[in-house]
């Protein structure tokens, strides 16, 4: 089993470029961030017990983040290709990452890192819309819908998410900040980190993960 890893700060562009990297491969797009929500949504005991730190745009704990992670994994192919999207986002998640992969003979071959200036992810994310139905990601001035309101693929409904507010956005880059944003050591110490500018359009940072994905 292969895996890569989007890294970066919220609102860099992880969940755009995930999107646009499965529209030509085999990735298994694998979010946490989406996971949890459905389970916010449907009430079950990850959500419960997810729901107020992510509310708060606080980290969910490890134990439960490895927990999902392994049950989602679990039973996947040998040959599979995974793409990590917001997963591993603290060290001991990533040390619980390399973990589970030496058990089951998986290999990280690339950690995308999108590097983006933390006063422009601001707007970017609260401007955020996403599609109901299909999760497809918009943006009210970047990257607006041909309707507003109105998903491009598929007519649903396009909303805000819940955390998209200023004050929440500002947790979360202080969370990055301080927890996630030591991965990029780890993962560059393993030489597997390729830088992405992710400070410009979500085309330009599509290309410039295919080249590293591909060199
Ligand atoms: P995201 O959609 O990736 O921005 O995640 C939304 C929220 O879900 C985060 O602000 C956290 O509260 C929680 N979350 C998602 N992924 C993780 C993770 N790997 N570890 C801890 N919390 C997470």
Request: proline share 3%; net charge negative.
């Amino acid at each position: 089993m292969e895996a890569i890893i989007l890294l970066g700060g919220p609102g860099a562009g992880k969940g755009t470029l995930a999107d646009a990297l499965k529209k030509d491969s085999s990735f298994i797009h694998i979010s946490t961030g989406d996971m949890l929500r459905a389970a916010v949504k449907e009430g079950t005991d990850v959500g419960l017990a997810a729901k107020d730190c992510m509310d708060a745009g606080k980290l969910v704990s490890d134990d439960l983040i490895l927990q999902i992670i392994r049950t989602r994994i679990g039973k996947k192919a040998a040959d599979a290709k995974l793409m990590f999207d917001g997963f591993p986002r603290t060290i001991e998640q990533a040390e619980g990452l390399q973990t589970f992969f030496a058990e089951i003979g998986g290999t990280i071959t690339h950690v995308l890192n999108l590097v983006a200036d933390p006063e422009a992810l601001i707007p970017r994310l609260c401007g955020r819309r996403t599609c109901k139905t299909c999760g497809a990601i918009f943006h009210v001035v970047n990257m607006p819908p041909k309707e507003e309101g109105v998903c491009d693929l598929d007519g649903g409904e396009l909303f805000q998410r819940d955390d998209d507010n200023e004050e929440t956005v500002m947790n979360r880059l202080e969370v990055y900040k301080t927890q996630t944003a030591p991965l990029i050591d780890f993962y560059k110490n393993l030489g597997i980190l390729h830088d992405i500018d992710a400070g410009s359009t979500a085309k330009n940072s599509e290309l410039l993960a295919l080249a590293a994905l591909n060199a």
